[in-house]
Nanobody, 116 residues
Framework: QVELVESGGGLVQPGGSLRLSCTAS????????MGWYRQAPGKERELVAR????????DVVDFLRGRFRISVDNDKRTWNLQNNNLRVEDTAVYYC?????????WGSGIQVTVSS
């Protein structure tokens, strides 16, 4: 059984940084995509960033590019979302996901709150 666990969220002031991590455990034979979504209060879940296992760095959606960056550790089981210059509108629950073996797995979500 595959399990995803997020870490690194919390409260940060505007302009601050956070590093979110997602670690996968369990039997994974063929991973195709890993990444992050977020869901702000009253809004739909939206894609933040994603990458393919064969690459160390991935793609960030246009409106976050330059502030957010996604990467994967050498073990390919932990991927990270570096969030810089955070804004109040970045406040959301961040979910990591993994597409592998014809299934999509989700973490339970981690809160990021940007507030002064």
């Amino acid at each position: 059984q595959v399990e995803l666990v997020e870490s690194g969220g919390g409260l940060v002031q505007p302009g601050g940084s956070l590093r979110l991590s997602c670690t996968a455990s369990g039997g994974i034979f063929s991973a195709s995509v890993m990444g992050w979504y977020r869901q702000a209060p009253g809004k739909e879940r939206e894609l933040v960033a994603r990458l393919q296992p064969g690459h160390t760095w991935g793609d960030v959606v246009d409106f976050l590019r330059g502030r957010f960056r996604i990467s994967v550790d050498n073990d390919k089981r932990t991927w990270n979302l570096q969030n810089n210059n955070l804004r109040v509108e970045d406040t959301a629950v961040y979910y990591c996901y993994l597409a592998a073996d014809s299934k999509t797995y989700w973490g339970s979500g981690i809160q990021v709150t940007v507030s002064s």
